[in-house]
């Protein structure tokens, strides 16, 4: 028998990459959380709507394109295959957020497929699972915004509306309201 002395360096050269890869993941996250808070602060000022578009698009650019290697190539993976048909693209999503249950865009992409497919109740699911996870997911709320005016639940719509508008006061689903008062740029 070995003694675990001798096993060290084995156990070493097995581990070792493991856990560089978790380290990496969990430092790629804090640098994509860190960028999108300075986003989401810059977009919760923004003077006017064609600067909110420009920061709405860096925060879409960072939730769709995470510096995680794997998690992006897996993400890519399933967007291109909305393209192709739901079904293909429903499998590639519903395997994204079983091995990525944290990454709040998985939910939020398996959500705005079900919305496309009918499937309310369980966009709605999705959506709660992506507010869970990054409740500044204006995009989310827009989609929720929908469901409910589809379903003809306006009260809750407004309520969806109000709360995404709090963070991206020029969301493009404002039109829907026309009670709501335009932003006025700063």
């Not at 675990?4 to 990459?17: E, M, V």
């Not at 709405?56 to 909305?82: G, K, N, Y």
């Not at 306006?154 to 829907?176: C, G, K």
Request: proline share 7%; aromatic share 8%; with cysteine.
């Amino acid at each position: 028998m070995r003694s675990p002395a001798r096993l060290f360096p084995t156990l070493c050269a097995i581990l070792a990459p493991l856990a560089l890869t978790a380290f990496s993941a969990v430092a790629d996250a804090a640098a994509d959380r860190h960028k999108l808070d300075a986003l989401f602060a810059q977009l919760r000022i923004a003077p006017s709507e064609t600067a909110a578009r420009a920061t709405a698009d860096q925060i879409w650019s960072v939730w769709t394109h995470p510096s995680d290697a794997v998690l992006a190539e897996r993400l890519d993976a399933a967007i291109d295959a909305m393209a192709y048909g739901p079904v293909g693209a429903l499998a590639l999503l519903d395997a994204l957020v079983v091995e990525f249950p944290d990454f709040a865009e998985a939910w939020n992409q398996r959500a705005t497929m079900h919305f496309h497919l009918g499937n309310y109740r369980a966009s709605l699911a999705d959506i709660e699972m992506t507010l869970a996870l990054e409740p500044r997911h204006f995009g989310a709320l827009a989609g929720r915004v929908l469901i409910n005016l589809t379903l003809g639940d306006r009260d809750a719509a407004t309520r969806d509306i109000l709360a995404a508008l709090a963070i991206h006061p020029f969301l493009p689903e404002r039109s829907l309201f026309p009670e709501l008062a335009k932003p006025t740029p700063n």
